[in-house]
């Protein structure tokens, strides 16, 4: 407990002080608060948490494009995140160049849309790419024509889709393109002073270098912030992708194809006796009785008995009971078996 000075203590050490009896060093120092600088116009919404995660969940993106994008340039594509900071949507207009690649994105089912920004000389060089062209480092600064409009569009679709599957363990999210524009002034999707989150993904196409921007804003992911943390996000990808690689491993081998034979019976023949075989002659097997077990195998593997029959005209065995048959690697010779006694 801190102990308290009377009146009289503080005159007595007030007039130490004063006399010089006392130096101010050796009176014990108050202990220092931090302080923490707080800016109340852009107010931090965004926990570092939450930033880890979108930041883990746009590098999924980030590889999604990288592969879509590529396959439809036919040509070297790197895209990976550069950084994930918050600001206001102010300061993100006032960052980009004008006029640029704007694409606005309705966020369904969240209200409210975000942003996607394409850096020019990326647009170009995708743009020159798809005409045929090397797809050369160009610096065209003008506003797109519609049919640039037009390819563009089909890029970012294309985009949106690789965000769905990045945004698949926290919702099922369904962005739709809403319209592409030039101008940032002419994309105000919230006020100037709301606080957005953007991720920055430097992207290469060829040798040409760029930065696409998606900024969200703080208000259209509000209701499932509470999602982005690290833990629930692991373990949605864990038991998401347990779930779905089992249907898909399910779906495969409903679809694979095997070789079962229905084994009659065997013979132990010389060298000498095959190469006399002829046309016509009889080689009796191990089981000459029709009413005993035949074995099926799958794929060379003994699995089950079987009996002959008939299914109509076409000739059929009836699966009987199970064989175990115990894999070679697993058997133990004899010789190994004495080895171990």
């Known amino acids: 407990m801190t102990e308290i000075l009377s009146q009289d203590e503080i005159d007595s050490l007030l007039t130490a002080i004063s006399t010089g009896e006392h130096e101010m060093e050796d009176v014990a120092p108050t202990e220092q608060r931090k302080v923490k600088l707080y800016d109340f116009r852009r107010p931090d919404k965004f926990s570092k948490d939450q930033i880890r995660t979108l930041q883990m969940m746009h590098e999924t993106f980030a590889r999604l494009t990288t592969t879509a994008l590529s396959a439809q340039l036919r040509a070297l594509v790197s895209v990976h995140v550069a950084s994930v900071d918050q600001l206001t949507y102010e300061e993100f207009v006032r960052s980009i160049p004008n006029p640029t690649t704007l694409a606005v994105v309705n966020m369904d089912p969240l209200k409210g849309s975000a942003v996607l920004e394409i850096d020019p000389s990326i647009t170009f060089t995708i743009i020159d790419k798809l005409f045929g062209g090397e797809g050369e480092a160009t610096k065209i600064s003008r506003e797109l024509t519609d049919i640039e409009l037009s390819v563009m569009e089909g890029i970012v679709v294309r985009i949106l889709g690789n965000l769905r599957e990045a945004w698949s363990n926290v919702i099922d999210l369904r962005p739709r393109l809403g319209n592409i524009e030039t101008n940032p002034q002419f994309a105000q999707i919230v ?10 993904l430097e992207t290469k196409v060829g040798e040409v270098e760029g930065m696409t921007n998606l900024c969200l804003p703080y208000i259209t992911i509000e209701p499932v912030i509470s999602k982005l943390s690290a833990q629930y996000w692991f373990s949605s990808i864990r038991k998401g992708a347990t779930d779905e690689n089992l249907q898909i491993i399910q779906n495969r081998l409903e679809n694979v194809t095997l070789n079962v034979v229905a084994e009659i019976g065997d013979v ?61 690697e697993l058997l133990i010779t004899k010789k190994e078996e004495d080895e171990m006694m």
Do not use: A, Y
């Open 268 to 328: 132990e023949v010389s060298m000498q006796e095959v190469l006399n075989l002829s046309l016509g002659d009889v080689i009796k097997l191990s089981k000459t009785k029709t009413d005993s077990d035949m074995t099926l195998k799958i794929e060379g593997r003994r699995k089950f008995k079987c009996r002959p029959g008939l299914v109509g005209n076409r000739v059929s065995v009836q699966v009987g009971e199970r064989i175990e048959e115990v894999p070679d």
């Open 191 to 200: 006020p100037p002073n709301e606080m957005v989150v953007l991720i920055t």
